[in-house]
Nanobody, 127 residues
Framework: QVQLVESGGGLVQAGGSLRLSCIASGRSFSSTAMGWFRQAPGKEREFVAADAPISSTGSRLLYADSVKGRFAISRDNAKNTVYLQMNSLKPEDTGVYYC?????????????????WGQGTQVTVSS
């Protein structure tokens, strides 16, 4: 089992920044592909970003087109933590953000590829 705990959500004005964190436990973090997803009210959960370790210091990254150039995913294996740095936030970025983990090192871009999920953290961007 993998446990995931997100933090860092909140209310921010459009154009602002937030950094989400997700601490993982229960599996070798350096061998675990991680992802961030979000769900807006009345909409389905959607992919945001993913990080798959390819070496002790490197990762393969994947982003949704809607966040490319604004969001950055990163990991700190020593802290068992994955981050999502969100810049130039827009009202349409509002939603509950979920951290997810795979039981593999392979990159994943869809929710059904992930085996473990956090409880989510709310991000609200005001216009």
């Amino acid at each position: 089992q993998v446990q995931l705990v997100e933090s860092g959500g909140g209310l921010v004005q459009a154009g602002g920044s937030l950094r989400l964190s997700c601490i993982a436990s229960g599996r070798s973090f350096s061998s675990t592909a991680m992802g961030w997803f979000r769900q807006a009210p009345g909409k389905e959960r959607e992919f945001v970003a993913a990080d798959a370790p390819i070496s002790s210091t490197g990762s393969r990254l994947l982003y949704a087109d809607s966040v490319k150039g604004r969001f950055a995913i990163s990991r700190d294996n020593a802290k068992n933590t994955v981050y999502l740095q969100m810049n130039s936030l827009k009202p349409e970025d509002t939603g509950v953000y979920y951290c997810a983990a795979r039981s593999t090192v392979l990159l994943g871009g869809t929710s059904n590829e992930y085996d473990y999920w956090g409880q989510g953290t709310q991000v609200t961007v005001s216009s």
